[in-house]
Structures are given as structure tokens and as C-alpha cells.
């Protein structure tokens, strides 16, 4: 029955890394676009690495952004601008003539006379329009509206306020008025208005008919026509057609069947790059394989990087590079190891690959910016230290934008410098990863070197009670977290986690602490009264009665790990031989005397393994010298190794070793072993 349970189990856990599989491969494939891709990479300056190219098809030339703004800022230059004639002006002028005549002439005979003489002049003046005083002089000619009419003229055919002294000159002179002249510009000064003004709607609705009429192409290419050989250097015509030739590919309408097929060859790329991260987590990361929960994790932040830069894509091409893709591999690397979050940031950064516009320079820089990242210290519980790994990585962005723009175009004209404000923006997003692990932590049940950190002070309520409850529980605990806390160091473990598993490990002694030989505080025992048998149980249920205290007072699982497996399946020796002398060997059940394990599963679990079982039987050593120390600990360790402890930790005889050479030299400092001076 139970190994029918355990089967239905391990098909449960096999089915959902299928349906996890094939979800973020779908939900991939969904966001990718459904029209052809243009087939071919190319860039201005750089040798054609493939076949020679003919036009599949009759297409157009393309001008250039730049072709286009010069045609267009020269259009807007030379339109003619257009002015309304206002036909009331002149009306008003003349209501405004009689009046004014009649003051300036109240005392001249011939009014009659006069009078004909400035309406005529009036009529003259206002025959095709007058201009204002700030009227563009380099214009020679312009359209004039009058009323739904429009009427071309000449500038020297309108009458400007400027000239009217000069006029007023001419006129009376020829007509015999001279001595009226300055009565007349007296008069004409005050009342004439300018009836002709630019009328800024009517100029700016031909200008944009222009624009539009400006036509975007400049050349017609042939089917079959070659465009571009290969080994030839692209060069700036080579450049616009290959171009040209992508934008008419991709403006192409996709027929459903078209769709199908690039959904299929979607799907299989996409499924291959999510096979190399399963076979990968199978292979080299066991334990995280066999957690659904944290490899759902690792797929979930995969999909959700893959959906956020699809998501700024929709808006300007550009602003891909403000989306903080480095947050991936730092908290892969924060929760797991630098290993697999560099794995993991290539294969997504080459899925990203097929839909951000240059590709290749988009890979580049990104895996180039995610082993940096992996490369720099990034403890998150030290401040100063992601500001640096962002700052470095921001550098690495603009440097190696800087470069690729250099050496595609030739010069730094080109350059669009918005672009480093992009990268800017992705380094203060990349600083957001400290609430989103905190986030991450809640959600999925994992846990951070923050949070580990929180948990290693030992003025915390728990440890507290133990140091109260069981005081040399808690010095004993407080050496294997300093021995561990070393080797660990010394292997490149996380030394973190192995001193926060070791500080918690014997937690479960709280519940009965006199029953440990470092709480007694007498000779008398209270396994005395007991038989081997029931004091192995009260010793080995220290491990239940750790991971329960453990899981009341919410601890991580990482954590528990150290209390289920710090005593492995080994025997408690000590009961089982006092067993054996009552009995004899064969008449002992050695199962009752063993502990339940499970066995260590990384390198911090098989660390506290060594550190406890040495610093523990170290109490034992009567005079204690070098050469009885090395014996001693080899003798535990090695005593370990043949039992099997350690086979399913990852931790190899060479690190075993190192550990073995540091916990002597500790357990040399902890004993303080020194020539000793005379009386």
C-alpha cells in the first residue's frame, strides 16, 4: 500500500513538470508575434555573411529617416504662405477718413476738393491690400485669399505703411497738393490699417497636404535583381534596399496556413531551450528538480521576463533596454546558486533574442550585463553592495551600446544618446529586486540571505529560550555555527545558511534538556533510571521535537533541513553499546537505536554533520594535543564517509578533507593548546 501511495505521488509530481512544460512553452509561443520574420541579420558596414541575394519580389527603395527630413524640412521652408484679404477693413478706414478729415482740414478752403483727393488716394491705397509694418521683407510674392477666391500677387503690388510718407510725396506733387502733404499723412497715418494677414490655418493645412504627398520611396528594385553579393560590405545603398526589402516582407499579410507553421517552428525552438533548462535542473540541480515549488519558481520568472519585454516592445523600440533583465540571474543567484542563474538568464536572453530588433547585439550586451552581475558580490543584506553590482552593470550597458554604435556606423553622430537614459532606468528598476525577493519569499516559501541573516541573531525570541532552557545546548550550538560557519568558508558552501542551520539544529533539547550531558549540572543522570533502549528514544526524538518547535515558530524549510538531517541514519552509539554489554549483540534491535535521517542533501547539511559530531565528542579528549585532535576527528569523519552519509550531498572527498583540516585547526584554538608556562 505504501509503495502504491508513493508511486501515485511520484507520477503526481512527474505530471505537473509536464503540464509546467508545456504551459510556459504555449504561453511563450502566445506572445511571440504570428508574422514572418525577415530571415537575414545585416548591418551597415559589415560584410554579407550570406548568400548571395536576389529580389524575390518587384519592391520599392525606401528612403532614409534622413532623405526624408531634409525633403520635408526643405517643403516647409519654400511653401508659400497664405493671407486673407478682410474685406471690413477698408470700410472701417473710410468711417474713420471722415471723421479725422474733417479735424485736420477744418480750416482749409477747397474741402470738397481735398476731400475727393484722399478718398481717391484711399481707394488707391486699399486697391490690392496693405501689408503691416512687420511684414516679412524677403518675401517677393504670396497667395491671397479673398473671400472662396485666391489670388496670386506680387509683393511690389501691395501697399505697405512704411512707404506711405514717400507716397503721399508723389501723389501731391503730381496732382499740385504739395503743401497739403503733411495734413494728408497726418490724416492716413492714423486710420489706415493693414487688411492683409497670414492666415496660419489655411498655410498650415497646404503644408501638411505637401508632406503627405511626399513620397516615401525612391527607386523600384525588380524581381530577380541582384542586391547585395556575397562577401560584399553592406554598404549605405546596399543598406536601404535590404531594408526596404525587410519592411515590405514584413508588411506582408500572413495567410492563416503561414500562421500555423510559424507557430509550430516556434513552439519547437521555445521547447527546446525549456528541455535544456529542465534537463539541466534534472541533472545538476537534483534537489530543485525534485521541488515543484522552486521550479516553478525559476519558469515563472523565466515567462515573466519573456511577457514584460514583449510588453515594451508594443510601445518604441527602445525603450526594450530600460526592462531590467539582470533581476533574473540575481535572484536565481540569491535563492539558489550563481550556476543556474547564468544558465538560466542565457536561455531566456536567447528566446528574448528572436523578437527584439538586433538580435545579436541585444544577446551580447544582455548575457555580457548577466555574468557581470553574476560575477560581483550581490550579498543583499549589505547596502553598498547592489548599488555596485547595478552601477557596474549600468556601465557594461553603455559601454558595449557605445561600442556596437561605433563600429556599425563609423562615427558618433549617429548615436542616440536617449538610449543611455534607458539604461539608466534599468539600473534603478534592477534596485526594486530587494522588495521583490521579500515578495518572492512570502509567495513561494524561500529564503534569502537576508532573511537567514535576521534569523543568525541570537538575541531572537527562540534561541533566547534555548540558551534560558538548555544553556549548554546553546553554547554547543553557538561552536558547531562557528566550526561550520569556517568549513563552510573554506569549500565556497554558503557559509550563511550552514551557521543559521547550526545554530537551530538541537533546538528539539529544549523540551528535555537534562537529559543532554552538557545541560546536566550534577554526576546523577536521569538515564539512570532508564533503560538504553528508552533513553536512545528521548535522544533520537529530539529531532522530531526540533522540526516541530521549528515549524511553530516558523521557520524556513533550509533551516529545517539541518535539525531532520544533522544526525543522518547513524546509531546512538553510546546507549546501543550500554545495550549490547545487557544483552548481548544478538539479542539487541539496533533500528531502536538508530536515528530516522534523512541523509544530508547539500554541502551546509554535511557540514553540521562533521561540526556537530566533532565539537560534541571533543568533551570526551582528556588532555587534549594536536596529534590527539587530528586522530579524533579523522576517526568521526572517516567513520561517517563508510556508513554512507554523505553520498547524496554533493560534496566531494577533496572538500571533505578541507573540512576535516579546518575543524582541527578550530577545535587547536578552541582548546587554546600552548606550552605550558612553569610555577
Known amino acids: 500500500m505504501k509503495n502504491l501511495w508513493l508511486n501515485f505521488i511520484n507520477k503526481q509530481a512527474s505530471l505537473y513538470k509536464i503540464f509546467l512544460f508545456v504551459f510556459c512553452t504555449f504561453f511563450v509561443v502566445y506572445m511571440?508575434?504570428?508574422d514572418g520574420q525577415f530571415e537575414f541579420e545585416f548591418q551597415k558596414g559589415k560584410l554579407w555573411q550570406h548568400q548571395t541575394l536576389y529580389a524575390p519580389f518587384d519592391f520599392t527603395i525606401q528612403k532614409s529617416k534622413k532623405e526624408l527630413d531634409i525633403e520635408k524640412s526643405k517643403i516647409r521652408q519654400e511653401q508659400p504662405k497664405y493671407y486673407r484679404f478682410n474685406t471690413s477693413v477698408f470700410e472701417k478706414v473710410k468711417l474713420s477718413y471722415i471723421k479725422r478729415f474733417n479735424e485736420v482740414f477744418i480750416n482749409e478752403n477747397k474741402t470738397e476738393i481735398l476731400y475727393?483727393?484722399?478718398?481717391?488716394?484711399?481707394n488707391e491705397i486699399y486697391q490690392?491690400?496693405?501689408?503691416?509694418?512687420?511684414?516679412?521683407?524677403d518675401i517677393?510674392?504670396?497667395?491671397?485669399?479673398?473671400?472662396?477666391?485666391e489670388r496670386f500677387l506680387s509683393f511690389d503690388q501691395l501697399f505697405r505703411l512704411k512707404n506711405l510718407d514717400k507716397y503721399l510725396s508723389k501723389k501731391t506733387n503730381e496732382f499740385g497738393f504739395k503743401k497739403y502733404k503733411n495734413l494728408y499723412y497726418s490724416v492716413f497715418f492714423e486710420i489706415i490699417e493693414p487688411n492683409i494677414l497670414i492666415d496660419e490655418k489655411f498655410t498650415n493645412q497646404s503644408i501638411e497636404q505637401a508632406l503627405k504627398q511626399v513620397s516615401p520611396n525612391r527607386d523600384f528594385i525588380k524581381e530577380g535583381k541582384i542586391i547585395i553579393a556575397q562577401g560584399e560590405v553592406v554598404s549605405e545603398e546596399n543598406y536601404l534596399q535590404l531594408q526596404s526589402l525587410k519592411n515590405e516582407y514584413l508588411s506582408m499579410d500572413t495567410t492563416e496556413n503561414q500562421k500555423i507553421i510559424i507557430i509550430i517552428g516556434y513552439s519547437i525552438l521555445v521547447s527546446i531551450v525549456f528541455l535544456m533548462l529542465m534537463l539541466f535542473i534534472k541533472n545538476y540541480r537534483i534537489n530543485i528538480y525534485e521541488n515543484n515549488k522552486e521550479l516553478t519558481f525559476i519558469f515563472i520568472n523565466v515567462i515573466t521576463m519573456i511577457a514584460f519585454l514583449t510588453?515594451?516592445?508594443k510601445f518604441k523600440n527602445n525603450y526594450f533596454y530600460a526592462v531590467p533583465l539582470c533581476i533574473l540571474p540575481l535572484t536565481l543567484k540569491t535563492f539558489f546558486d550563481a550556476r543556474l542563474g547564468l544558465f538560466t538568464h542565457v536561455l531566456s536572453v536567447l528566446l528574448m533574442g528572436f523578437i527584439v530588433p538586433n538580435g545579436f547585439e541585444f544577446i551580447f550586451i544582455q548575457i555580457i550585463a548577466g555574468i557581470v552581475i553574476i560575477q560581483t558580490n550581490t550579498d543583499l543584506h549589505k547596502r553598498a553592495s547592489i548599488f555596485i553590482s547595478v552601477t557596474q552593470i549600468v556601465i557594461i550597458y553603455i559601454l558595449c551600446y557605445f561600442s556596437f554604435s561605433i563600429a556599425y556606423l563609423g562615427n558618433i553622430e549617429s548615436l542616440q544618446f536617449d538610449v543611455v537614459s534607458f539604461f539608466l532606468i534599468n539600473g534603478m528598476l534592477t534596485l526594486f529586486v530587494q522588495p521583490l525577493i521579500y515578495v518572492f519569499e512570502k509567495i513561494f516559501g524561500l529564503v534569502s540571505d537576508i532573511t537567514l541573516l535576521e534569523f543568525s541573531d541570537t538575541n531572537s525570541r527562540l534561541l533566547k529560550e534555548l540558551s534560558e532552557k538548555a544553556p549548554g545546548t546553546f553554547n554547543h550550538s553557538l561552536q558547531v555555527a562557528n566550526l561550520a560557519e569556517a568549513a563552510a568558508n573554506e569549500i565556497g558552501a554558503n557559509s550563511l545558511l550552514a551557521r543559521v542551520g547550526s545554530l537551530y539544529h538541537d533546538i528539539g533539547k529544549m523540551l528535555s534538556p537534562s537529559f543532554y550531558s552538557e545541560n546536566q549540572k550534577s554526576n546523577v543522570s536521569p538515564h539512570d533510571d532508564l533503560t538504553p533502549e528508552q533513553s536512545a528514544e528521548i535522544i533520537i526524538n529530539?529531532?522530531?521535537d526540533g522540526i516541530s518547535i521549528a515549524k511553530r515558530n516558523k521557520l524556513p524549510d533550509r533551516v529545517i533541513d539541518f535539525i531532520r538531517t544533522h544526525h543522518g541514519t547513524t546509531f546512538v552509539y553510546y546507549f546501543l553499546k550500554k545495550e549490547i554489554e545487557l544483552k548481548g549483540e544478538n539479542n539487541v534491535d539496533k533500528q531502536s537505536f538508530v536515528y530516522p535521517g534523512p541523509l544530508p542533501f547539500s554541502k551546509e547539511t554535511a557540514i553540521l554533520m562533521m561540526a556537530d559530531s566533532v565539537e560534541a565528542a571533543s568533551k570526551s579528549l582528556r588532555t587534549p594535543n594536536l596529534e590527539k585532535i587530528e586522530e579524533f576527528v579523522n576517526q568521526l569523519v572517516n567513520k561517517q564517509m563508510i556508513s554512507g552519509q554523505f553520498q547524496f550531498s554533493n560534496i566531494t572527498l577533496m572538500e571533505i578533507e578541507s573540512v576535516k583540516k579546518i575543524l582541527i585547526k578550530k577545535l587547536v584554538n578552541i582548546y587554546h593548546l600552548r606550552v605550558e608556562y612553569p610555577e
Request: aromatic residues 14%; hydrophobic residues 45%; negative net charge.
Open 116 to 122: 475727393a483727393f484722399g478718398i481717391e488716394i484711399l
Open 32 to 34: 511571440f508575434p504570428k
Open 311 to 313: 510588453f515594451t516592445l
Open 542 to 544: 529530539h529531532v522530531h
Open 140 to 149: 517677393k510674392d504670396l497667395y491671397l485669399i479673398i473671400d472662396t477666391e
Open 128 to 137: 490690392n491690400g496693405v501689408l503691416s509694418l512687420n511684414f516679412e521683407s
